[in-house]
């Protein structure tokens, strides 16, 4: 029995391998290899892809993020708000500036936070709102950035899923004061080796972000602060910018996916879209109250889901000092406790959707019936 991958990057890789092979040993050949024209082309594409003015290119999400918040000067004595159900580095980064992360629930229709009780974790000494466009959902930008302008407050999106995602005509990139992005190989639009960018229409974030992530010099040998090492490599920015020409190309063939399965699994709770947002299904979630035996099942029948994530972040050991103790974020304890990541990707064939689909029916049916949407 062949397993269905959960994705399967090297079949990205074969579809565009005589472009990516070129972009790279156009890199090798030049001669130049760190930041330069080549990292300066991917910016300015994807600015533009994103709708936004400025794109700066750094070493990794994580980064990207730690960045954001140094631009803004956002440090030690300050919060920031970060969703409950996110992958930790939107936490961490917080923790590296020295502010404090402050959890805030999601809806259980979309995973994403809930803009609905943002209100009540607002502080004196909040900085910042970071949503998070989960699973490639866009969040409830709008309203976020509205909430935020209001209380004086600044918005750094955690765009690591969601690279091309809609919200409303727009896409995700232009909203925020920074919007960070990771292209780390398994992301949408993903590098081969670590890779990040912030894209923003604020022109001081950008020169800031610009001049810190190379040790906080924007001249050789002068620096005005201190600042990491911290570049999108050349290599990796060439790769990008052919990835990124089939971007649209193989989100549609995500969201055709998605769409198969949305009309075909049953007895399982299914992903809720809003009427506003068009995501890019970076990852595939459906809930369970039986996740571990419905998870079993598919492995035994060759199919790799995966969870995302297993435990919260304010449960990690990493946390064990953070105040929330178990209990205290019922709802992202209950995601993790019942979500499950079936295999989606743009080299996906028929055929292991349609097993995926069969194995899903099957187990469910085995198991307590479920609502097919979530409760509000
Ligand atoms: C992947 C990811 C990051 C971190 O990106 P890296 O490039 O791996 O550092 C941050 N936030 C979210 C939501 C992610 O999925």
Redesign the pocket.
Known sequence: MQTVPFLDLKAGYLELKPDIDAAVARVLDSGWYILGPEVETFEKSYATFCGAAHCVGVA???DA?ILALRALDIGPGHEVIVPAN??I??WLAVSAVGAVPVPVEPTLLTYNIDPARIEAAITGRTRAIIP?H?YGQPADIGTILQMAQKRGLAVIE?A??AHGAGYKETRIGMHGDAVCW?F?PG?NLGAMG?G?AVTTNRTDVADRIRTLRNYGSREKYVNEEQGPNSRLDPIQAAILGVKLNHLDTWTARRRGIAQYYLDNLSGVTLPHVPNWANPVWHLFVIRHPQRDTLMSKLAEKGINAMIHYPIPPHLQAAYSDCGHAKGTLPLAEQLADDMLSLPIGPQMPQDAQNRVIEAVNQAAATLPPVDQVADI
Do not use: E, I
Request: glycine share 12%.
């Open positions: 990794n999400g994580l993020l996110t992958f580095a939107t998070v989960l955690d690591a899923q990771s780390y992301k670590d990040g």
